[in-house]
């Protein structure tokens, strides 16, 4: 009996190991990503997205709009080029039938202290450590122009929002134009809402598939513009 129910426990643990450790579930990030088209729009992998502030930042704020449903029109990282031969990047559009929302991302953390009119914004963590960042609102303003020129559109076309992430706090933000939105990311759903709820039509379906296929040709850029882009940008932080 002994020798019986020794075998029965070796069978059994063989059986355990040829299988392999336990699965593990999958990290709520990846599920996240995996579930959004983030990766077709914008060409960044899973590991260049959950592993980079910056892009897992522009994902946040796509996966939100994605869900806001498939009349809206998004595209990510768009890099239009600009009179002098440069270009600047949009980090996200969306186009819908109220008009164009251009989203400028700060993954940052720590306390934002920012003015509309001031030419820098500063980022402040304990115990005193403190950086100065370019204006966002003056950044996405300079997006916007670019894509007024090129798509022929006026002002009231336009909605400017700059989020930032949940981990930090908005402390003094001071903003005048009534076109532009400075939000933490789990307000943006709410604040999108209401404001695309107050304005007029201005597309039709047709019209927000055009604007689409025009701009969705600057998306996917090669990393040498990538790079020619960045080492423009240089000069806007002097930290």
Same mark, same amino acid.
């Given at each position: ?5 020794? /075998?029965? &426990?070796?069978? $059994? ?45 522009? /994902? ?14 998004? &595209? ?34 720590? @306390?934002? /202290? ?6 820098? @914004? ?5 115990? $005193? ?8 609102? @003056? ?30 706090? &908005?402390?003094?933000? /001071? ?26 039509? &201005? ?8 604007? #689409? ?21 240089? @000069?806007?932080?002097? #930290?």
């Amino acid at each position: 009996m002994e020798i019986i129910l020794f /075998f029965l &426990l070796v069978v $059994g643990l063989c059986k355990e190991f040829s299988a392999g450790p336990p699965k593990q579930k999958k990290p709520k990030r990846h599920n996240r990503y995996q579930r959004t088209a983030y990766n077709d729009a914008s060409g960044n992998s899973v590991f260049d997205t959950l592993f980079d502030d910056g892009n897992y930042g522009e /994902f946040l704020i796509y996966s939100c709009l994605e869900d806001m449903g498939e009349e809206h029109k998004l &595209l990510a990282n768009v890099y239009l080029p600009k009179g002098d031969g440069k270009t600047t990047e949009i980090d996200l559009i969306m186009i819908s039938a109220t008009g164009i929302y251009v989203f400028e991302s700060k993954n940052y953390s720590g @306390w934002i /202290f920012g003015d509309e009119n001031s030419r820098y @914004w500063k980022q402040i963590f304990r115990g $005193g450590r403190h950086y100065q960042f370019y204006n966002p609102i @003056w950044q996405n303003k300079k997006h916007i122009g670019v894509l007024k020129q090129h798509l022929g559109l006026g002002d009231e076309v336009f909605r400017s929002y700059i989020v930032f992430s949940e981990r930090c706090v &908005l402390k003094n933000m /001071f903003v005048y134009s009534p076109e532009v939105k400075v939000m933490n990311q789990d307000m943006l759903a709410c604040e999108i809402v209401e404001d695309m709820a107050q304005r007029p039509g &201005l597309f039709t379906t047709l019209e927000i598939e055009q604007i #689409y296929n025009e701009l969705n040709r600057y998306t996917q850029a090669d990393e040498e513009t990538k790079q020619a882009h960045i080492d423009a940008m240089k @000069w806007r932080n002097p #930290y």
